[in-house]
């Protein structure tokens, strides 16, 4: 047989296909925007050496298989695998655009939210980097963007690192030439398709002789494992509040930005107790009470949940693409008007969270469901995502030091979760180089005011800070 390659899809990959399918205004890709000075990669005319830019994207993608691959479908049982793309071409990928100069940070923050508008094209590799010139200062932006089935919070920067250095050396290392693999044949994705599922009572049977030969310990595993996934099933069955947060979306997305000092964020966590994510959804906490009481909510009537992606992702495992993460769901007390006690309350719900099953149970249930049929994981997705939660709350650590692009130094980068049904608003942070940089996406029609909840998360930080200072002992 000759030679071919294909890689199949995990149920939670393909679920996120399988949302943009069940509906035109979900747009299941993550994306961030950074900006950097400029420095060799400035021109004479001050705008950016483009074909520099590509060169050094090309050359990192030697160690990035998958972002030159494309979905194919498995005949008859239309199961998404990933092939190469044997028409890739790297001009569609990396655009180059400019702002009016002198170009605002409003200006790229609405650009921003129309790229980030748009969905990628299924029949293309799964991304786009957007080099934007034209700002204030000299600076330059990207914005990209990935199907979230390609990459999660922790990989997608992994690969974005691949294109970046701890030191300003602008040199780029030449990639070796680039041949795509063969993509078999329908029949033979079909046939290893029907082989697959045939096998599956097999692995059944071979489970239960495994148990037979140590019937204790297998029982101890599956009593474990049984609630687990009974804990992950039956959390927070109650339907959450419609909220202004949680109405129909369409299509077109807003997005905003703040930033925190991460050494102050750290102080309020060490006088006040709790972690880092604790303190991050106090100030998410105080911002959604604020929001929904402006817009006339009583609080104290409200049931909120914000999810908390977590990532499973092994160390050896950070390099490579898809996604591994689970998901836990938060309550959170927006009627509490005080931020110590609010913040309290955080701490011990993530205690609790933390304590639970509830994260070996979701991974067990796409398990599963990767084996039986990952439209069942879809489905119970998307029911979540209609009465378990309000919002999501991701943050992704990064480094603490500098990175450069070919030399240009990166100054900030902010986050974008994609939005589910009935998800008004996403929250993503990301650590970097000293600072909690927190990305805000939102639904155009939704949140017309989500400059407002931004600087709502400014306030609630500011008061968790005055609070601390306050709390500290004297002398």
């Known amino acids: 047989m000759a030679y071919s390659h294909y890689q199949r899809l995990t ?6 296909l399988r949302f943009e399918e069940q509906d035109p205004a979900i747009h299941m890709h ?27 994207v090309e050359a ?55 790229i980030l508008s748009q969905r990628l094209d299924r029949s293309k590799a799964l991304w786009e980097f957007w080099f934007v010139e034209g700002l204030a200062d000299g600076r330059f932006a990207l914005i990209a963007k990935a199907h979230h089935c390609l990459v999660d919070g922790i990989s997608g920067f992994d690969l974005l690192a691949r294109m970046m250095r701890p030191d300003p050396d602008p040199t780029i290392e030449p990639p070796p030439r680039w041949f795509p693999r063969p993509v078999p044949p329908g029949t033979r994705l079909l046939v290893d398709e029907v082989t697959r599922r045939v096998g599956l009572p097999l692995d059944v049977a071979g489970a239960g002789l495994r148990a037979l030969t140590a019937p204790r310990e297998s029982l101890g595993r599956l009593w474990d494992a049984s ?15 419609r909220t202004p947060l949680n109405a129909e979306i369409g299509p077109y997305r807003r997005f905003d930005w703040t930033r925190f000092e991460l050494d102050a964020v750290k102080e309020v966590k060490r006088r006040l107790g ?37 990532s499973v992702r092994r160390s050896d495992e ?57 439209a069942i994981f879809t489905a119970v997705a998307s029911r979540a995502a209609r009465q378990a939660y309000n919002l999501v709350v991701t943050n992704v650590p990064g480094p603490q030091t500098p990175w450069w692009l070919l030399g240009a130094k990166m100054l900030e980068i902010y986050p974008m979760v994609p939005l589910f049904e ?54």
């Open 11 to 16: 149920a939670l990959d393909e679920s996120f």
């Open 30 to 56: 993550v994306g961030a925007v950074a900006l950097f000075d400029p420095g060799p990669l400035a021109t004479d005319d001050g705008g950016i050496d483009i074909d520099h830019l590509r060169r050094g």
């Open 60 to 114: 990192s993608l030697g160690e990035s298989p998958r972002f030159r691959q494309k979905l194919a479908r498995v005949p008859v049982a239309e199961s998404p695998v990933w092939v190469d793309d044997e028409r890739f071409n790297l001009h569609y990928h990396v655009r180059h655009t400019s702002l009016p100069r002198p170009g605002s940070l409003r200006q790229l923050k609405r650009l921003a939210g129309r």
């Open 227 to 241: 609630g687990a996934l009974g804990e992950a099933l039956t959390a927070n069955a109650s339907p959450v509040s």
């Open 274 to 310: 709790g972690t880092v994510n604790d303190v991050v959804l106090a100030c998410v906490t105080g911002a959604v009470g604020r929001f929904l009481s402006r817009r006339g909510e009583r609080l104290a009537e409200l049931t909120i949940r914000a999810m908390v992606p977590v």
């Open 318 to 374: 950070r390099s490579s693409e898809g996604n591994r993460v689970v998901s836990l769901v938060a309550p959170l007390p927006v009627a509490e008007p005080n931020p110590i006690q609010r913040l309290e309350q955080i701490v011990q719900t993530t205690a609790r969270l933390k304590g639970s099953r509830q994260a070996r149970g979701v991974e067990i249930f796409e398990e599963i469901t990767d084996r039986i049929h990952p």
């Open 422 to 475: 009935c998800q008004g608003l996403g929250t993503a942070l990301f650590s970097y180089d000293g600072s909690l940089c927190w990305g805000f996406s939102a639904d155009w029609d939704a949140l017309p005011d989500l400059h407002d909840f931004a600087g709502f998360a400014d306030e609630e930080f500011e008061a968790l800070r005055k609070a601390a200072r306050a709390d500290a002992p004297a002398g």
